[in-house]
């Protein structure tokens, strides 16, 4: 399944419960939809207008969410970010034919509906079958398909065309697309287990304390942890609590973040690097340097909202002669204790918990993508030798400190990684906020250098490369773009 073929779709909700407060269940299921979703997003108030929006713009498959239906998102350690939803889903569709997929509900005399929070639909199908209507319930009595029932896991998991009909009147939504597929001769399906579990309903209801956790409220998620929380909500506030309370001391050691958009520089860039300004994250920076070229007269500016983050990227270039990776880690780790410092690791593991030979492969991963240990060693020593400046900043809240020492040079590079699509910054802030904040950055990055060459993600976690501050600013201001449609100004998309 190429990329183009699927659309998202978003059912626009009145849910008072899920609007309650900032940031709402729609804002947070756009978002975590975001890390492995770039494209555009259909919204419309029902899942019929949804299908035909997305028919008429050509897609094969569209995935419909409600606000508070969250894809996992996760860190597995593998190359680049975990989250593989959407490959996995892209696997499963090769193996099935379906017109929908979704959880299926009733049974016996209401006969079937699905639940529209979460619906996967094959639009070709849906084509050929003359765009059938969901299905509201409703009393009129019809003649229906009687298919052959499949549970798991006490659950329906298939309905499959039998041939038989049978006098029903349908109780429930969705049951207008299940006669459609039955009487289409394909059958109606569940996801299957290693789908659904990637899928979290953090949806507020009557009787739940969900929505006091939002936003700040987090920081009341503590002993109790909200005795009315489902799973899925505790899941989800687990992990939120984890990140607030660690991240302006997270450390990551290397990046989960591909190098694809920084292997070589655009054109128009003439190096070596005059100026670097960096998140301290990894051997990013170090791999832009190398790309784009550095002499003796590179300065480089590290800026991060967490100190440790700071003081052992200070450690490495003042104590390590970048041989024997993993036996660096270990360093770290042991000078930097675990949870004084907290290390951004996979599956939010602690360095007590890695298996024996994990820092080994991290590390020749790394130098792999060097060309050797000694190929990385030789960068390494020459650019110790480089001018180097910390700044402790926040690039979001308070980025000050950064744009003061930012010059004009047509030189310079920046990378600022997804700083303004973090875990932290998408609870803490709405859209619109992440949206301002985003934007006053940008402005103020081209109002002192236009030929700021930028490295980064935007607030909807679009790739921003291979272009000048100045131009990408302009462009930014033509170009519409919201929550629903990002602005693709970049050479190269990546996932992180």
């Known amino acids: 399944m190429r990329d183009a073929e699927l659309v998202f779709g978003l059912l626009a909700s009145g849910d008072a419960d899920a609007a309650a407060s900032a940031p709402t269940c729609r804002d947070l299921t756009i978002a975590w939809s975001r890390y492995g979703y770039r494209d555009a997003i259909v919204e419309a108030p029902t899942v019929d207008a949804i299908l035909e929006e997305a028919s008429s713009r050509g897609h094969r498959y569209c995935l419909i969410q409600a606000p508070g239906i969250l894809i996992r998102e996760s860190w597995r350690g593998d190359e680049g970010a975990g989250l593989d939803f959407l490959s996995e889903l892209a696997s499963w569709i090769e193996k099935h034919e379906f017109l929908v997929v979704g959880r299926i509900e009733g049974g016996q005399g209401g006969w079937y509906g699905l639940d529209e929070r979460c619906l996967l639909v094959d639009l070709e199908r849906y084509r050929a079958l003359d765009r059938p209507a969901f299905g509201d319930p409703d009393e009129v009595l019809?003649?229906?398909?009687?298919?052959?029932?499949?549970?798991?896991?006490?659950?329906?998991?298939?309905?499959?065309?039998?041939?038989?009909?049978?006098?029903?009147?349908?109780?429930?939504?969705?049951?207008?697309?299940?006669?459609?597929?039955?009487?289409?001769?394909?059958?109606?399906?569940?996801?299957?287990?290693?789908?659904?579990?990637?899928?979290?309903?953090i949806t507020p209801r009557s009787g739940d304390d969900?929505?006091?956790?939002?936003?700040?409220?987090?920081?009341?998620?503590?002993?109790?942890?909200?005795?009315?929380?489902?799973?899925?909500?505790?899941?989800?506030?687990d992990v939120i609590a984890l990140h607030a309370a660690n991240a302006r001391r997270g450390v990551?050691?290397?990046?989960?973040?591909?190098y694809a958009d920084v292997e070589r520089p655009p054109p128009d860039f003439e190096g070596p690097v005059g100026q670097l300004y960096s998140?301290?994250?990894?051997?990013?920076?170090?791999?832009?340097?190398?790309?784009?070229?550095?002499?003796?007269a590179t300065r480089v500016t590290f800026v991060d909202y967490s100190r440790n983050a700071l003081d052992i990227r200070r450690f490495a270039i003042e104590s390590w002669d970048g041989r024997d990776l993993p036996g660096f880690f270990r360093r770290v780790f042991d000078r930097f204790p675990y949870p004084e410092t907290y290390y951004h690791l996979w599956r939010d593991l602690t360095p007590d918990e890695l298996a024996p030979g994990d820092l080994e492969s991290a590390g020749s991963a790394e130098v792999e993508r060097w060309g050797g240990e000694e190929a990385f060693a030789q960068h390494w020593a020459a650019y110790r030798e480089l001018r180097h400046?910390?700044?402790?900043?926040?690039?979001v809240g308070e980025p000050g400190p950064l744009l003061e020492r930012v010059e004009a040079d047509p030189r310079a590079v920046i990378w600022w990684s997804n700083a303004f699509f973090t875990v932290c910054s998408n609870w803490y802030h709405p859209w619109t906020e992440r949206r301002a904040r985003y934007e006053r950055w940008i402005s103020e990055l081209a109002r002192r250098n236009p030929e700021l060459l930028c490295y980064g993600s935007d607030h909807n976690n679009t790739?921003?490369?291979?272009?000048?501050?100045?131009?990408?600013?302009?462009?930014?201001?033509e170009i519409p773009g919201d929550d629903l449609v990002p602005r693709k100004l970049q050479q190269h998309e990546i996932r992180m």
Not at 389 to 395: G, P
Not at 469 to 474: F, S, V
């Open 389 to 395: 400046e910390f700044v402790h900043c926040d690039m």
């Open 279 to 296: 998140v301290a994250a990894g051997f990013k920076p170090n791999r832009i340097l190398h790309t784009h070229g550095f002499d003796a």
């Open 142 to 201: 019809r003649e229906l398909p009687d298919p052959d029932a499949m549970t798991e896991d006490g659950g329906l998991r298939s309905l499959t065309p039998s041939g038989r009909t049978t006098p029903v009147r349908p109780a429930l939504g969705g049951w207008g697309l299940i006669d459609s597929a039955l009487r289409g001769g394909v059958p109606v399906l569940d996801f299957d287990r290693p789908l659904r579990n990637q899928l979290l309903d």
């Open 252 to 258: 990551f050691l290397w990046n989960i973040e591909s």
């Open 210 to 237: 969900f929505s006091k956790f939002l936003g700040e409220g987090i920081a009341r998620y503590g002993e109790g942890k909200g005795a009315a929380l489902r799973p899925d909500q505790r899941e989800l506030l």
């Open 463 to 477: 790739n921003v490369n291979w272009i000048r501050a100045g131009e990408y600013w302009r462009r930014y201001a």
